[in-house]
């Protein structure tokens, strides 16, 4: 584990506690090592110690002995993309709920962002972040820091210093840089240290005052829009700045055929370019805003069910390397408005597996891609030692089954916020147990 992770708090382990746990009778998916075939792990101190088919009906001796019954065995989801409250809005998510809500949801990894009050944008503020996940946490916790003071997109931050003080990748939070040149310098300065950044592509000038994806659908809704372009232009903008420094790009979340087509061609000429898509614009489209339902006012906005497929295609193809949840926690009274004035953004880090697994269950998209595309994608992007399931791996995993049907209750999730456009949706797919590290942090039905 690199110098940038934030370890999750491990319960207190029983002194008389099974030197290992054997976990037999699985179906084992690692897309690391695309490996899909039935058996079984081990895991001793916190790592795993065996895995193969010759596990799946035994296990070594004295070992506490955890029978899959055939369900699905993976790595620990990791999320690239989470917006918490803490510091500052602890009253919409703090790192310990948003922790829990990760855990029961399979992600054993989350990523925070800068987007904080105050801004983290100082080292202190990085330190602060990783002290209290360390205090409060079931999960590892990693910090994106700010890459403008403030988010203000006027004046890069010390790279160099947020980094070493664990600092994993930089982003402006949900507001773009507008200003070239100071986007030229952060991804000129970040070059030398290998940083990565996270660019949230929307022209702040176009999208001004939109509330929705700009066509046919907004137009019956009598709501302001958001056209594509704003996303492109600024995408186009910040490949062409790539291109000249070759600083390290990922475009948080893309959402429409035309970002995609952008990103497939600065991925033909080999610039250091990647991209993420979040959970609702591969299972959502801007039909589900229906009467006004303000839960699925986002940003980037829900797009057509064309970009919706073309977001999948992309995906099975490889152009998009990783899955968000873009888990944006809202106050119920910052909802609870006229469309045009409710505040963007939904949870989703319970409902990230379970969604994602609708495209597998409708034919979509392949299992080990949409696994692949939420561990070991994410993992190599970061630099985490994570996302894998290997003899000295450090045992993040989980298991869950594909199949079991469930429907999702918002007041019923972990996290403080209850803003989710999945409730009273059906489900397919659960959580059955979370193991960080080696210990179990969550459990279905415990």
């Not at 399979?106 to 972040?129: K, R, S, Y």
């Not at 232009?233 to 970002?259: F, K, P, Q, W």
């Not at 409710?342 to 998209?365: F, K, N």
């Amino acid at each position: 584990m690199n110098a940038a992770t934030t370890t999750a708090k491990r319960p207190p382990r029983d002194a008389k506690a099974p030197p290992a746990t054997a976990f037999i009778n699985a179906r084992i998916i690692d897309p690391a090592s695309n490996r899909d075939e039935p058996g079984g792990l081990v895991v001793r101190d916190g790592v795993i110690a065996d895995i193969g088919p010759q596990l799946r009906r035994n296990a070594p001796e004295g070992a506490d002995v955890i029978d899959c019954k055939g369900h699905v065995l993976a790595p620990g989801l990791i999320d690239a993309q989470v917006f918490t409250g803490e510091p500052g809005f602890e009253h919409r998510e703090t790192l310990k709920t948003a922790s829990h809500a990760a855990a029961a949801g399979g992600v054993t990894t989350m990523v925070v962002m800068p987007e904080t009050n105050p801004v983290i944008d100082q080292v202190a503020l990085v330190d602060f972040i990783q002290r209290r996940a360390r205090d409060n946490a079931i999960v590892h916790v990693h910090t994106m820091a700010a890459m403008t003071k403030g988010l203000k997109g006027e004046e890069m931050t010390e790279i160099g210093l947020l980094q070493r003080a664990g600092a994993i990748a930089f982003s402006n939070g949900k507001a773009s840089v507008a200003n070239t040149r100071v986007m030229r310098n952060v991804l000129l300065y970040s070059r030398d240290f290998g940083a990565l950044i996270v660019h949230h592509t929307e022209d702040p000038y176009l999208a001004s005052g939109g509330a929705m994806n700009s066509g046919e659908v907004a137009a019956r809704l009598g709501l302001p829009g958001v056209p594509k372009a704003s996303e492109t232009i600024m995408l186009e903008r910040d490949v062409r700045l790539v291109e000249m420094t070759r600083g390290r790009y990922h475009a948080a979340t893309i959402s429409c055929a035309e970002s995609l087509e952008v990103i497939r061609n600065a991925k033909a000429r080999k610039l250091p370019v990647t991209c993420g898509v979040s959970i609702n614009h591969l299972t959502l489209n801007e039909n589900d805003i229906g009467p006004y339902r303000t839960f699925y006012k986002m940003r980037p906005p829900l797009r057509s069910d064309d970009d919706r497929a073309a977001m999948i295609r992309g995906l099975a193809s490889g152009d998009i390397d990783i899955i968000v949840s873009s888990h944006d926690p809202q106050d119920a009274d910052d909802k609870r408005r006229p469309f045009a004035e409710a505040t963007d953004g939904a949870v989703g880090l319970e409902t990230l597996l379970p969604a994602a697994l609708r495209l597998h269950h409708s034919g979509e998209l392949p299992l080990m891609s949409i696994l692949r595309a939420l561990t070991i994608n994410p993992a190599k992007l970061l630099g985490l030692q994570s996302g894998r399931l290997a003899k000295g791996a450090i045992a993040d995993i989980i298991l869950f089954d594909p199949g079991e049907p469930w429907v999702v209750n918002k007041d019923l999730l972990r996290s403080r916020s209850k803003n989710t456009p999945f409730d009273e949706s059906k489900m397919q797919g659960r959580v059955l147990r979370t193991l960080v590290a080696g210990e179990t942090v969550f459990q279905y039905g415990a």
